[in-house]
T-cell receptor, first 115, second 114 residues
Framework: DAGVIQSPRHEVTEMGQEVTLRCKPI?????LFWYRQTMMRGLELLIY????????DSGMPEDRFSAKMPNASFSTLKIQPSEPRDSAVYFC?????????????FGEGSRLTVL | DQQVKQNSPSLSVQEGRISILNCDYT??????FLWYKKYPAEGPTFLIS?????DKNEDGRFTVFLNKSAKHLSLHIVPSQPGDSAVYFC?????????????FGKGTKLSVIP
């Protein structure tokens, strides 16, 4: 059974460019989360969806960040324009979300470097 | 302000000995606590959890202890093995509508020395 799939695994871009990160959650999972990992702040929740609807985007750092989930099997996190301080590992995770706080299943992450 | 704190960035333990990883939290509304393990270039994976109504949960070599009055939890690994070398994240969630939203600590890097 495939886990959470993220692409690209690595992205190097120049400041000002648009970056799009993609995620395919585990089939049947109702919740999808986008996290960012940095040395300074650890794992931060950016936004999460329930049944494709954004529930809480309070963690999105700025208007330059946006996320969509057009259907149950696909989500994108977009940064436009990108800045060097956006360099981090971005994780997507999904969860069944039934019967109490379930465990999150994480993808392998997308390492973003903005020069 | 960090609601979940792991004050030790790193820990080294001899193989076969006990590893104790600590975590403190500030939000008394947290109802459920989890530990995740992360290897380099991989995503975190769930390890063990505990509900706030319990003070201990055990799964093989891994035991999590919860002290609600002190807002403190710890993960014990006995005996420690070289394959346990990883970054361990403590996480917490509330109840009800917020229960699927986890707040993570910054992680503790465990090195188990053969």
């Amino acid at each position: 059974d495939a886990g959470v799939i993220q692409s690209p695994r690595h992205e190097v871009t120049e400041m000002g460019q648009e970056v799009t990160l993609r995620c395919k959650p585990i089939s049947g999972h109702d919740y999808l989360f986008w996290y960012r990992q940095t040395m300074m702040r650890g794992l931060e929740l950016l936004i999460y969806f329930n049944n494709n609807v954004p529930i809480d985007d309070s963690g999105m750092p700025e208007d330059r960040f946006s996320a969509k989930m057009p259907n149950a099997s696909f989500s994108t996190l977009k940064i436009q324009p990108s800045e060097p301080r956006d360099s981090a590992v971005y994780f997507c995770a999904s969860s069944l979300g039934r019967g109490g706080p379930g465990e999150l299943f994480f993808g392998e992450g997308s390492r973003l470097t903005v020069l | 302000d960090q609601q979940v704190k792991q004050n030790s960035p790193s820990l080294s333990v001899q193989e076969g000995r006990i590893s104790i990883l600590n975590c403190d939290y500030t939000n008394s509304m947290f109802d459920y606590f989890l530990w995740y393990k992360k290897y380099p270039a991989e995503g975190p994976t769930f390890l063990i959890s505990i509900s706030s109504i319990k003070d201990k949960n055990e799964d093989g070599r891994f035991t999590v202890f919860l002290n609600k009055s002190a807002k403190h939890l710890s993960l014990h690994i006995v005996p420690s093995q070289p394959g346990d070398s990883a970054v361990y994240f403590c996480a917490a969630s509330g109840s009800g509508a917020g229960s699927y939203q986890l707040t993570f600590g910054k992680g503790t890097k465990l090195s188990v020395i053969p």
